[in-house]
Nanobody, 116 residues
């Protein structure tokens, strides 16, 4: 069994920064992809960013230039550095880890609230 624990969410003013972390414990696999989704009230869940084992990353257009994803394979942790936060970034952020067999594991979610 795999357990993902997120941290780093909270309340921040527009223009501020936050760093989210997500660490895996339990049965550790070789993770091909680590990433973050977010879900705002009344909106569909959207993929914010992901990073592959080859360190290739991809971002949602609206966060490009503001967010940076990184991973630490020794600590089985993925990070999301968020700068220049906007009110439209307010959402629950959920991390996921994907195995070589494309099985996904999800975190419980962490709330990010940006006040304008």
């Amino acid at each position: 069994q795999v357990h993902l624990v997120e941290s780093g969410g909270g309340l921040v003013q527009a223009g501020g920064s936050l760093r989210l972390s997500c660490a895996a414990s339990g049965n550790i696999w070789s993770w091909t992809v680590m990433g973050w989704h977010r879900q705002a009230p009344g909106k569909q869940r959207e993929l914010v960013a992901f990073v592959t084992s080859a360190r290739s990353s991809n971002y949602l257009d609206s966060v490009k230039g503001r967010f940076t994803i990184s991973r630490d394979d020794v600590k089985n942790t993925v990070f999301l550095h968020m700068n220049s936060l906007e009110s439209g970034d307010t959402a629950v952020f959920l991390c996921y880890f994907q195995t070589t067999s494309e099985c996904k594991y999800w975190g419980q979610g962490t709330q990010v609230t940006v006040s304008s």
